[in-house]
């Protein structure tokens, strides 16, 4: 089984349901807090791999939903800066394992991947807080 680097906003219900997952799934988890985490607009680029820049974002990051950042009208440099700036702009979890990085967590993706058991956890990825996903974002 693989070891994966699991970067979480602590706090967040499906990073917890998610890192869970793999755990039960026979992986080792290494969570890291994504908001403590010195990054670079370079190492935080690799993550995202072809995705376009609207899945790289936390829609419900507070900067976003107050208007205060706009991200189409960010070229990508200055989007990865922000989110430099400003972790909870990024998509979570980041995630780290056998020479390759993600972003978010797709069931059938991180399955394809690296494996997890077929049991349906049901829905990991949207937050089930009323609202949609303050989860304590600060």
């Known amino acids: 089984m693989a070891v994966v680097v699991f970067f979480e906003k602590p706090g967040c219900i499906n ?10 799934s026979g992986h080792e988890v290494l969570a890291r807090d994504l ?3 010195s990054w670079t607009p370079e190492r ?8 376009p820049k609207a899945q790289w ?7 976003i939903t ?12 200055e989007l990865l800066e922000a989110m ?15 020479g390759r990085r993600s972003v978010g967590f797709d069931p059938a993706t991180v399955s394809a991947w690296l494996g997890l058991t077929e049991e349906d956890k049901g829905n990991v990825t949207d937050c089930p807080r009323p609202g949609g996903g303050a989860c304590g974002d600060r």
């Open 66 to 77: 107050s208007g205060r950042v706009d991200p189409a009208a960010l070229s990508e440099s």
């Open 57 to 63: 974002l936390n829609p419900t990051a507070p900067a």
């Open 44 to 51: 935080l680029r690799i993550f995202f791999s072809s995705l």
């Open 35 to 37: 908001l403590a985490e």
């Open 84 to 98: 430099c700036e400003d972790p909870l702009l990024i998509r979570r979890p980041l995630m780290e394992a056998e």
């Open 15 to 24: 990073n917890t349901r998610q890192k869970a997952w793999l755990a039960e």
